[in-house]
């Protein structure tokens, strides 16, 4: 008999799914933001950094995300590569809706 609970393992491979939260621009700076202030309190270093405006970009279905940053304001040295993290990771759980 077979089991009903049978899954193509190579066919999820294939075609993940992501679900992601929608946010608007503004809730995905705030969430941006939020993060940011987050690694200031755990290291001053990056005390001026601050979040960039996501701005939307054509997407294809299930593809990457809808969304992208055009720079980073008031960008304080030694910061870029923690904002590109922050940005990769928050990009990877929001869809940018108007």
């Known amino acids: ?3 009903s609970f049978f899954y193509n393992t190579e ?10 939260k929608t946010a608007t621009a503004e809730e ?3 969430d941006l933001q ?5 690694m ?3 290291d001053a270093k990056y005390a001026g950094c601050e979040a960039p405006t996501p701005k939307p970009i054509p997407s294809r279905s299930g593809g990457p995300a809808n969304w992208t940053v055009t720079g980073f304001p008031n960008l304080a040295p030694g910061c870029f590569t923690a904002l590109v993290q922050i940005v990769d990771q928050a990009r990877l759980e929001y869809e940018l809706v108007s």
Request: charged share 25%.
């Open 1 to 3: 008999m077979p089991d």
């Open 11 to 20: 066919a999820m491979a294939l075609h993940p799914v992501t679900l992601k």
């Open 28 to 30: 995905i700076q705030a």
């Open 40 to 42: 200031i309190a755990r």
């Open 34 to 38: 939020g993060r940011i202030e987050r």
